[in-house]
């Protein structure tokens, strides 16, 4: 299967403002009663007699989700990767038209073959500014490149709390945004902070360019066609998944040193990172992941939260808690079932041991084929809490000394989890969000 040519052929029809197209968009049982409305700022500056203004109303249908509890909202903000706003008012000679997907051929690149699992979550005044943000992110590099927003009075609360939250969203749907992730972000502002006929009027706008977006997308897209040109894609989807972690572990190296450029930004924490440079930190395990298995059409998601390994639960509990045990792994829904999935923590090299140890280590047969699947598609209660010690011993001495692959007991506990630092640590809702929103499996 030619994932690429799917990429570039499969979607034609660019993503509306109002999400139709998505078989979700009509869920729900509440009905917003005033509309948010979004206008894209597109062309360039022209006389007011030649201006035009087309306004598009997003959908109207919403469901269940939790927010964060109101705070006082500010007159700019910005995501945690973007740097400080300035203040800006919309032109007025600044002229609009309606969005077309034959103005931007590229978006369906960014649609095809995608199940988005966290807009699916939204409710229906969240979808409109994620669709709002995707358009930003759709049209990187075009001058311009701003969404005006009317936001009804009784919803400002809302969007202020929300914003940060459904970018976050949008950044676990599209592993390959990462730069927008991590560099550059989207951010907010009042054009005018007054009510006018019970709206706000905000602009969204991302805080900088992103020259190579394009590129760096091309260059993903081949390097997992490549990858995958040899994945046999037939049978079970958690053959698939297996197949494609096998290849993975071989293909990448952990990145101890986590190289930053003069940006302060490394790839290692990214699907780029991943696929063409081959090294990676959890992050970029995680979303190289989550991208090839998304190419094969299985829907596989980031999970967030904390992970560590010691000779007791309680031990491993205390470790996992702290911020330095942040972590990030997969959850994938293979055959209509999900599993947890830590590509980063099967990774046991053998080759990292001395050639003593690994003799002892071959000395018992299937052992560290089984020691780099500890960690594939297993159930949520099992990551948890995973105590395996005398299963992977694979050498007692003379003098009684076991030697292990694996330590007594391991946790991974999700950023919903009250003993997760991402819980108690200030500004980390997104991630609380977020994980909330996952399936148990």
Request: hydrophobic letters at 30%.
């Amino acid at each position: 299967m030619q994932m690429k040519a799917l990429s570039a052929m499969l979607i034609a029809a660019s993503l509306l403002l109002t999400g139709c197209g998505d078989s979700d968009d009509s869920s729900g049982d509440v009905e917003l009663k005033n509309p948010l409305t979004v206008t894209r700022q597109e062309t360039t500056t022209a006389t007011a007699s030649d201006q035009t203004s087309t306004t598009t109303s997003a959908g109207q249908t919403t469901a269940a989700v939790t927010t964060a509890a109101k705070t006082e909202t500010s007159s700019s903000t910005t995501t945690k990767a973007a740097t400080t706003t300035t203040k800006s008012t919309a032109k007025e000679t600044t002229s609009t038209k309606k969005t077309s997907s034959q103005e931007t051929p590229r978006k369906a690149e960014l649609t095809a073959n995608k199940e988005r699992y966290y807009y699916a979550q939204l409710d229906g005044f969240q979808r409109q500014i994620y669709n709002a943000m995707f358009e930003i992110i759709s049209h990187t590099n075009e001058k311009n490149n701003e969404y005006m927003l009317d936001v009804p009075q009784d919803k400002i609360w809302d969007f202020a709390d929300d914003f940060f939250m459904i970018y976050a969203c949008i950044n676990e749907d599209y592993p390959e945004f990462y730069y927008y992730d991590e560099i550059v972000g989207i951010t907010w502002d009042y054009v005018e902070k007054t009510v006018n006929n019970g709206y706000y009027k905000i602009k969204i706008y991302q805080s900088q360019s992103y020259p190579k977006f394009w590129e760096e997308l091309a260059e993903i897209q081949e390097a997992a066609t490549e990858f995958l040109s040899d994945i046999d894609l037939s049978g079970s989807q958690l053959n698939v998944a297996r197949r494609v972690h096998d290849k993975l572990l071989t293909a990448m190296t952990y990145d101890q040193n986590k190289t930053k450029d003069e940006r302060d930004f490394s790839y290692a924490q990214t699907v780029y990172g991943g696929l063409l440079m081959n090294t990676a930190v959890c992050e970029g395990y995680s979303d190289t992941y989550s991208y090839l298995l998304r190419q094969c059409g299985i829907l596989c998601l980031p999970i967030e939260g904390g992970v560590s390994s010691a000779e007791t639960y309680a031990e491993a509990i205390e470790q996992a808690s702290s911020p330095e045990a942040n972590h990030t792994w997969n959850l994938a829904r293979l055959d209509s079932k999900w599993y947890e999935i830590d590509v980063t923590w099967d990774d046991e090299d053998i080759d990292d041991y001395s050639d003593y140890v690994q003799s002892l280590i071959n000395a018992k047969e299937g052992l560290m084929d089984k020691r780099t699947h500890l960690y594939f598609a297993r159930a949520t209660d099992f990551m948890r809490r995973t105590e395996v010690y005398d299963e992977f011993v694979y050498y007692t001495d003379e003098d009684g000394r076991d030697y292990s692959l694996v330590w007594e007991c391991s946790v991974h506990i999700r950023a919903s989890d009250p003993r997760s630092s991402y819980y108690s640590e200030s500004g980390s809702y997104n991630y609380r969000a977020l994980s909330e929103m996952l399936p148990i499996a």
